[in-house]
Structures are given as C-alpha cells and as structure tokens.
C-alpha cells in the first residue's frame, strides 16, 4: 500500500502521464520519482497494462442479425435490410 | 469545430435527412448501430436492455433531427442520446438515484489507497484467459455508471475527451477525473485478480524448486 507523500501528490497525474499528457515539468518529476520508487513504478506498469488489456480485448462493434432484423422493422426500414 | 462539421456534412447530407430520405437515415443507421450498440451493451451489462436503448436512440434520433444543429458531428449527438437513455435505464433499475450519481467529493476526492503487486508479468494467455475477459467485463460493471461511461467512451469507442466532454455535457477537465479514476479503480480490481494468479504462479514456481531440490 502507498502511503509516502510524494506518491499519494503524484497519484492524480498518472493517467495523463501515460498518455503523455502532461507538461514537461510535471512528467520529468515524475520520472525523477520513478526512478527511486518501486511502489510507483509498479503503479504505473499495471496501469499501462490495465489500459492495454481493455484495448486489446475490445469486440468489433457489431450489431447480431437478429438484433439488427427488429431494429431495421422498428425503424420501418425493412426494405434497406441487406445481408 | 469547422472540420468536424465539415466531416458530418461530406458523411450524410443533413438536408436529406431532415427532409425524412429513409434511404439516407438507414445508412446513417447501418453506420452506427454497431458502436452504439456496443456501448449500450457494455454500459448496461444485459443484451435486452441494450436492444431498447438501440432502438431509441434511432427512434429520437430521427424524430428530433430538425433539433440537431449541425455544430458537433452526427455521431457525438447519437452517443449522447443513447448515453442519455442508457443512464436514465441504469437510474430506473436501481430505483436509489444517490447510487448513480456519485457525491461529488467521491469522484473528485482523495485517491483510495492502492495494492501494489507486479502482475505485469504474467503471461499473454493468462492475462487473456476466457476467466480473465469474463473478469475485465465484471470489473467494469463495479465501477459507478458516471465513470464508466466516460471509461467507455474514451477507451473503448476511443473517442477524445473533447468529444466525450460533449457526448456528456461535462467540463473536459471532469472528463480528464472521471478517466483518471476509473482507470485507477480498474487497475485496483484487476490487482485483486491478477495478483492472485500470481500468487498461485509464484507458489508453483517455489513447488517446482523444492521437488528439483530434493531430486538432486
């Protein structure tokens, strides 16, 4: 569990530091603080990793024929309904 | 903003469309029934409730598109009716509307604290078990719909935060919390799940040591 104060300060900023949002000043801080702290650093790892999984096993966006059939008949747009 | 008008108008003619074309509104239809219903099945975790959100948000979309001013792109505006309806679903559902809209000082506040455990490396199939997708869907359905759905916008339909400011008609900077939170929270509970895998890992590997040991 983190608890240090420089860690708990830093929190806030590490979703924007993976996406490489942030200022220079803030991000070389943080890399600094990294550099020294093994907590953080594994922090930031699943963090990366947790984002990475969500992409990774994102589905295409499909809609299923059947559900696609009533939304086109709701919609009265069966004469558009191609397979 | 002038680009992205510009892009919905190239996409679809507007005035078609406001002129009641079914030709022109089933494409529009079949070009984003996907990714709405995606996010209505993700945000609502159950496929009928998600065909009911499909289905109205096409329903308002085409009733209202006289309402639809042309600023923000077509698609911005379908999200936010689908987001809209999705969220009034979840509200009716738990029937506690304290329960859907968290207390401000519960997203805006101090960080929970965190579990440290290296489960980076882990291996890919692991990581990727059919266990595991079944964990990140449930993962997801614990964290608090007003994350989610900025969750979902953002890193699942990989919208901006510009545009998932306006999908939500929330500030860009409450979007930037919201994401940094449910990111967070995530990585929280898949700690939790990981951590243990890699625990039963780590316990293994020891297991193995002590049998080659007393082999030797």
């Known amino acids: 569990m983190i608890d240090q104060e420089t860690c708990h300060s830093l929190l806030d900023s590490l979703s924007d530091y993976v996406d490489g949002a942030l200022g220079d000043e803030l991000c070389a801080e943080i890399e600094r603080h990294l550099e020294d702290c093994n907590d953080c650093r594994i922090v930031v790892d699943s963090l990366r990793k947790t984002i990475y999984l969500y992409h990774e096993t994102t589905t295409p966006p499909v809609v299923p024929d059947d559900v696609r059939d009533r939304l086109f008949r709701r919609l009265d747009l069966e004469e558009f309904l191609q397979r | ?216």
């Open chain 2, 1 to 216: 903003m002038g680009s992205s008008a510009d892009r919905t108008e190239a996409e679809f003619s507007l005035e078609r469309l406001r002129a009641g074309d079914r030709a022109e509104f089933a494409r529009l239809v079949e070009t984003y029934s996907g990714v709405i219903y995606r996010l209505a099945v993700k945000l609502l975790a159950n496929e009928q409730d998600a065909e009911d959100v499909l289905q109205e948000t096409f329903i308002k979309a085409y009733n209202h598109l006289n309402n639809f001013n042309g600023r923000s792109k077509l698609s911005t505006w379908l999200y936010r009716i689908a987001s809209n309806e999705a969220l009034m679903l979840l509200r009716k559902r738990k029937q506690v509307p304290l329960s859907i809209e968290e207390p401000a000082e519960f997203i805006e506040g101090d960080q929970e604290p965190l579990q440290i455990k290296d489960w980076c490396c882990l291996p890919e199939p692991e990581l990727m078990s059919a266990e595991a997708r079944k964990y990140l869907d449930k993962a997801l359905e614990d964290l608090p719909p007003s994350m989610r759905v900025v969750f979902l916008l953002r890193e699942i339909e990989g919208l901006s935060t510009r545009e998932t400011s306006e999908i939500l008609e929330l500030s860009e900077s409450a979007v930037k919390t919201r994401l940094s939170r449910a990111r967070m929270r995530l990585r929280d509970l898949l700690t939790s799940y990981y951590g243990e895998k890699l625990e039963a890992h780590t316990e293994h590997a020891q297991k193995e040591r002590v049998i080659e040991g007393g082999r030797q």
